[in-house]
């Protein structure tokens, strides 16, 4: 499976961006997709999971009700809706993929395969 993550940029505190995920090479319909980010300096953390089915949804604290992870089976591609951005959120994001849980993992070692990261700046 090939990860392809798009949609990053630099925006102004409190602007929007969508992020997307295209994956290649296998579908993703069975996978658990999850999004990570790393800001400079820090370790990879978890932002949002969501299971094949859409029947399981995780958010970590610092974004919930910000954004919102949703995914299109038939297009092999899942997002990352990001609202009211701050500049904490200013990291590289990263989407991956959990090929063996039922439920939404929020360690980086549950992920199989990894996209390459788009970037995101936010300014204040």
């Known amino acids: 499976v090939q990860l392809q993550a798009s949609g990053g940029g630099l925006v102004q505190a409190g602007d929007s961006l969508r992020l997307s995920c295209a994956a290649s090479?296998?579908?993703?319909?069975?996978?658990?997709m999850g999004w990570f980010r790393q800001a400079p300096g820090k370790e990879r953390e978890f932002v949002a999971g969501?299971?094949?089915?859409?029947?399981?949804?995780g958010y970590a604290d610092s974004v919930k009700g910000r954004f919102t992870i949703d995914r299109d089976n038939a297009k092999n591609t899942v997002y990352l809706q990001m609202n009211k951005l701050k500049p904490e959120d200013t990291a590289v994001y990263y989407c991956?993929?959990?090929?063996?849980?039922?439920?939404?993992?929020?360690?980086?070692?549950?992920?199989?395969?990894w996209g390459q990261g788009t970037l995101v700046t936010v300014s204040s």
């Open positions: 090479g296998r579908t993703l319909s069975t996978y658990t």
């Open positions: 991956a993929a959990d090929q063996d849980r039922w439920y939404v993992g929020r360690s980086s070692s549950q992920y199989d395969y």
């Open positions: 969501i299971t094949w089915r859409a029947g399981s949804i």
